[in-house]
């Protein structure tokens, strides 16, 4: 295992876009305002979240970059970025989301740890690159394979970076085979994000990029992918990104008990409003947006003007600002949906936004039920409070 050779080196960072919030430093973690989150249903790369464990890497020999595919299975081999390019390119449309979006609010209800996140730790973005299921090809795993001969059953992604939760060793994760070998699942190794070659805040030269599954499972600055037997028993897999009742604390967790969060549930926000807002009377829009994981679709979204007593329906939109048709075979299955609804308000009042996946899955009223002890997946009701201006 690598070492911590000596402190991590920020000496390198990229430049970035000013108007970012930045919650952390160094490492570096920074979400766009609301107002730019929703400004576009394809996240433009420079209000794109950026979520760091270390010093972004520099990557700047290219003609030396590959990345090998080794492990629990019957040949090995080491692809170059051209290799890569050479298999059949797609675009895919797919939203990351940080596990720790909306975290901030679970900590105003009673503390946890993890960097503090407003409602951003989200974008939608086209990322370009060959499917991870057609490289597996190359080292002779068919789609759709459970298990390798020699019993594989899980695909783990090492990264280049250092990482102080591994000691300084590089950020890593898996997903099971079935899903990395299936065609269908668009598990991409991304080479580029809308239409431009990956910069180095969000992996570059390579990523890879899970749709539907909390982004932590994306692995960024990609060097090593081992066909594994069990789960890649790293930190971020074995001892962080696991979801626990509200009655485990630090005093009584065992990380072992829980297996490592995969899919993301149905989710939305406000991104019109703040948490307060002062507004004259009159009409106000309520946008924002929703989405859920596992390729399930948001089949609407209930807004309510009066805490909760009745509801509203929102409408949804994807690209063009064209009216979703839930379940429509050319919608974005991996992307978020914006909503909007404009409604008249004359007294102070909390409006609320909550989602409904095609599963029918509804997020939960209150952020005391899912609290958990490293603030992950809050996707409780979305409140904000307007006061009318006096
Ligand atoms: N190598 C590496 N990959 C990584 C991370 C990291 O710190 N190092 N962070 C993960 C987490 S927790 C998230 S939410 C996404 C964020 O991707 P982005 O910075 O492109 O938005 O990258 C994931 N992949
Ligand atoms: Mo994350």
Redesign the pocket.
């Known amino acids: 295992m690598q070492g911590l050779i000596g402190p991590p080196d920020y000496s390198q960072e990229p430049s970035r876009h000013p108007s970012l919030r930045i919650n952390a430093k160094e490492?570096f973690n920074a979400e766009p305002t609301r107002e730019n989150l929703i400004s576009s249903y394809i996240t433009p790369v420079e209000f794109?979240?950026?979520?760091?464990?270390?010093p972004i890497?520099l990557v700047d020999d290219i003609s030396s970059y590959n990345v090998s595919i080794g492990g629990l299975m019957e040949k090995s081999v080491q692809l170059s970025l051209d290799d890569i390019k050479k298999l059949p390119k797609h675009n895919v449309t797919a939203t990351?989301?940080?596990?720790?979006n909306r975290r901030t609010a679970m900590s105003n209800k009673k503390e946890v740890r993890g960097v503090g996140w407003d409602v951003a730790?989200l974008?939608n973005a086209i990322w370009g690159g060959a499917k991870l299921c057609d490289a597996l090809k190359l080292v002779g795993i068919e789609y759709n394979t459970k298990m390798t001969l020699s019993g594989g059953k899980h695909v783990e992604?090492i990264?280049?970076?250092q990482?102080k939760e591994e000691d300084g060793g590089?950020?890593?994760?898996s997903i099971p085979l079935h899903q990395a070998s299936n065609p269908l699942s668009d598990v991409l190794l991304a080479y580029e994000m809308n239409g431009e070659v990956l910069n180095r805040?969000?992996?570059y030269p390579l990523?890879?990029v899970v749709p539907g599954v909390?982004?932590?499972?994306?692995?960024?600055?990609?060097d090593r992918i081992n066909i594994i037997e069990e789960e890649c028993q790293g930190f971020?897999m074995a001892k962080d990104?696991k979801m626990f009742p509200p009655t485990v604390n630090w005093d009584n967790i065992i990380w072992s008990t829980r297996k490592p969060q995969m899919d993301f549930p149905v989710q939305c926000a406000i991104c019109s409003l703040e948490d307060v807002n002062t507004v004259k009377p009159g009409q106000v829009t309520i946008a924002g947006y929703a989405l859920s994981g596992g390729g399930r679709g948001i089949e609407r979204v209930d807004i309510s003007v009066d805490g909760g007593k009745t509801w509203i329906e929102a409408s949804t939109y994807q690209k063009d600002n064209v009216q979703c048709i839930p379940y429509d075979i050319s919608s974005d299955k991996w992307a978020w949906v914006f909503f909007k609804a404009v409604v008249g308000i004359t007294e102070d009042t909390e409006i609320i936004a909550k989602a409904v996946d095609s599963s029918a899955n509804v997020q939960p009223e209150h952020v005391e039920t899912i609290w958990n002890l490293r603030g992950i997946l809050n996707t409780s009701w979305h409140r904000v409070r307007l006061q009318i201006a006096s």
């Open positions: 490492p794109f979240f950026k979520r760091n464990h270390g890497p990351l989301q940080c596990a720790g730790a974008s992604f990264s280049v970076d990482c590089p950020y890593k994760a805040d969000h992996g990523r890879v909390i982004g932590a499972r994306s692995v960024k600055w990609l971020f990104y």
